[in-house]
Every structure is written in C-alpha cells, then in structure tokens.
C-alpha cells in the first residue's frame, strides 16, 4: 500500500449503534487488571466494568473485544448504577493501592452508551466530590473513541481534576477504513481540543498504527493539541483473535513462536513507525508504547521503569 499523505477525511455519516442488552451486574464493578502478556511494559490498573462490549458498529476491524467478549450476542451494559457508584465509592476511600487509576475503557468505549445508560455524569460528579476536594490521588479513565456526540455531557461539565479523557485517534483513511463505526479522526481531535480549551484533562493514543499509513501529519496536529501525555502502539493481534475475528488486515503481522505472545509487524518496521512520531512529538509532553515490549521502549528511547502511559496516573 502507498503511505498516504492527507489528514482530512472524506465527510463521514455516523452508522446507526448496535442494540445492546439492559441489564444488571452480578459481578463486582470494580477489579484489578495485571498486565498480559507478562513480556509487555505495562502498567497494572484497576477497571470499572460499567458495560462488555461496544456499541459502535461495526466494530473495528481489529477489535480485541471480538475475541475477549466473543461469547456475547451483543455489548450488554450494566443498570445497576447505584450498586456501580457504592463500589466505585468505597475504592476512592482506599489507600494503599496498586493503582490509582480506574479505567472505565477497558471493555467497552467509555462514552458510548450515554444514550442508552447515563453515567458518566454521575461518575464525574462522585470524583468530584470524594477524589478532587479532599486530594485524593483516585483517577477515573475514560477511553473513546467518540466524538461531539459521545462527548456530550463532558462539554456541558465543568472539568474534574480526578478525570482524563483519553481519545484513541488514528490517521483519517485508516480510521475510515477499519473503525467504520467510531466518530472521525477530525470529530475526536475536535472534540479534545473542545474538551483541553473548556480545563479538561487531556490524552491522546495513536493506537493500532497500520502499515502503509503515513501517521506524521496526525503527529503534527496532536502536536498541536499539546496533550498532558501520548501514548503509541502498533497493530498486534492475540491468538484468540485470529481465531474468532479473521480480518486481511491482520495478514501482514507475523505469528510470534509462543502462542501468549502478540502477532506483530517485524521489528525493524514498527521501530521506523513509532519513530516517525516521537521525532515530532518529544518535547510536547510525556509519550509511552502501548502493550509493547521492553526492548522496543529501549529502542525508541523512552523510559520503561517510569513508564507514564495511558493508563497510569
């Protein structure tokens, strides 16, 4: 494939979201997540699991929820919202804990079911009152890779310090391509700067890159942006997913000889491709690999012990 060289996409209609599943959570909302595989740098952080699954559709072509939620007819997003908000309570009065991150995108888009199951305003509110004002280091996540729409009620809020938006944005005609259900790169570059101006909290992943993309012109406008911290990472598929979700875009990664490892672009290709961004974007602020491997961080130079990625505070 040609790289390509514009970062404006074509106009883009939303496709309709997928029905989903109203129901309550047996399972406790809060838990701790340990990173897999054990070879990557990563850190541990705790997850609100407030929904399973997506409701942009379709999903993107490499979804790792294909394979993780691959028992499902559909996302099933959780009602019991007073018991989630009671949890997530009692984990903002904890000390002492692995993490103080809770990252509300870890199953499922943190922002897509808004329409369907308000929280996020509830959620904003409780760390409002029981992280912000008394100091406390407890930071909610949220993941998205929305735009206006999904964003709505954050535009309408005034800004938490206990909260970080986190927008996965990938370069405009790959987006087009294999996220047909997200909003555009041009709605969620949009809509941070919207959110940055307005006093919130910031981050931007440049996750899965794809080959045959030229990701420097998106570099330059997150550049721009001036994030509080950028996160990269690279296509990479699980063994479950090529088994669940077959896809031509994973045809070009290679199988790794231990099956607990991620299929992956060679080395020499992903290092070229990480560096094409970090030459614009050091300076601008902290920038981390995502589910990537020590030597890779070696490689690009970036600091693996201290590692402030997107998931960490």
Same mark, same amino acid.
């Given at each position: 494939?040609?790289?390509?060289?514009?970062?404006?996409?074509?106009?883009?209609?939303? !496709?309709?979201?997928?029905?989903?599943?109203?129901?309550?959570?047996?399972?406790?909302?809060?838990?701790?997540?340990?990173?897999?595989?054990?070879?990557? /740098?990563c850190?541990?952080?705790?997850?609100?699991g407030?929904?399973?699954?997506?409701?942009?559709?379709?999903?993107?072509?490499?979804?790792?929820?294909?394979?993780?939620?691959?028992?499902?007819?559909?996302?099933?997003?959780?009602?019991?919202?007073?018991?989630?908000? @009671?949890?997530?309570r009692?984990?903002?009065?904890?000390?002492?804990?692995?993490?103080? /991150?809770?990252?509300?995108?870890?199953?499922?888009?943190?922002?897509?079911?808004?329409?369907?199951?308000?929280? /996020?305003?509830?959620?904003?509110?409780?760390?409002r009152?029981?992280?912000?004002?008394?100091?406390?280091?407890?930071?909610?996540?949220?993941?998205?890779?929305?735009?206006?729409?999904?964003a709505?009620?954050l535009?309408? &809020?005034?800004?938490c &310090?206990?909260?970080?938006?986190?927008?996965?944005?990938?370069?405009?005609?790959? &987006?087009?391509?294999?996220?047909?259900?997200?909003?555009?790169?041009?709605?969620?570059?949009?809509?941070?700067?919207?959110?940055?101006?307005?006093?919130?909290?910031?981050?931007?992943?440049?996750?899965?890159?794809?080959?045959?993309?030229?990701?420097?012109?998106?570099?330059?406008?997150?550049?721009?942006?001036?994030?509080?911290?950028?996160?990269?990472?690279?296509?990479?598929a699980?063994?479950?997913?090529?088994?669940? &979700?077959?896809?031509?875009?994973?045809?070009?990664?290679?199988?790794?000889?231990?099956?607990?490892?991620y299929?992956?672009?060679?080395? !020499?290709?992903?290092?070229?491709?990480?560096?094409?961004?970090?030459?614009?974007?050091?300076?601008?602020?902290?920038?981390?690999?995502?589910?990537?491997?020590?030597?890779?961080?070696?490689?690009?130079?970036? @600091?693996?012990?201290?590692?402030?990625c997107n998931?960490? /505070?």
């Open positions: 494939m040609t790289p390509h060289r514009k970062t404006r996409p074509p106009t883009k209609s939303r !496709a309709p979201r997928a029905a989903v599943r109203l129901r309550p959570r047996k399972t406790p909302f809060v838990s701790i997540l340990r990173t897999t595989p054990p070879t990557t /740098v850190p541990n952080f705790y997850v609100l407030h929904a399973n699954g997506c409701a942009f559709a379709p999903l993107c072509s490499y979804c790792y929820l294909k394979s993780s939620l691959w028992h499902l007819d559909g996302p099933h997003v959780f009602t019991n919202t007073d018991s989630m908000l @009671d949890e997530v009692a984990w903002i009065a904890k000390d002492g804990l692995e993490s103080y /991150v809770l990252n509300a995108g870890n199953l499922s888009d943190s922002l897509v079911f808004e329409d369907s199951r308000p929280i /996020v305003p509830l959620l904003v509110e409780l760390f009152e029981h992280a912000e004002k008394p100091g406390r280091p407890h930071t909610l996540l949220l993941v998205t890779k929305g735009g206006a729409r999904e709505g009620t535009l309408d &809020a005034p800004p &310090a206990n909260v970080i938006v986190s927008f996965s944005v990938n370069h405009p005609e790959a &987006a087009e391509r294999y996220e047909k259900g997200a909003a555009s790169t041009r709605d969620r570059l949009e809509t941070a700067g919207r959110l940055k101006r307005a006093g919130w909290r910031i981050r931007l992943r440049i996750d899965p890159m794809i080959r045959g993309y030229d990701y420097t012109g998106l570099a330059r406008e997150v550049a721009a942006l001036k994030p509080e911290r950028v996160t990269l990472g690279s296509l990479r699980e063994a479950n997913l090529f088994r669940h &979700a077959p896809h031509p875009v994973f045809e070009e990664l290679s199988k790794p000889d231990d099956p607990r490892q299929a992956r672009y060679p080395w !020499a290709e992903r290092v070229a491709m990480y560096n094409s961004v970090l030459d614009i974007l050091r300076g601008v602020c902290p920038l981390a690999l995502c589910e990537e491997t020590p030597q890779m961080w070696d490689e690009t130079g970036l @600091d693996k012990v201290g590692a402030r998931c960490n /505070v």
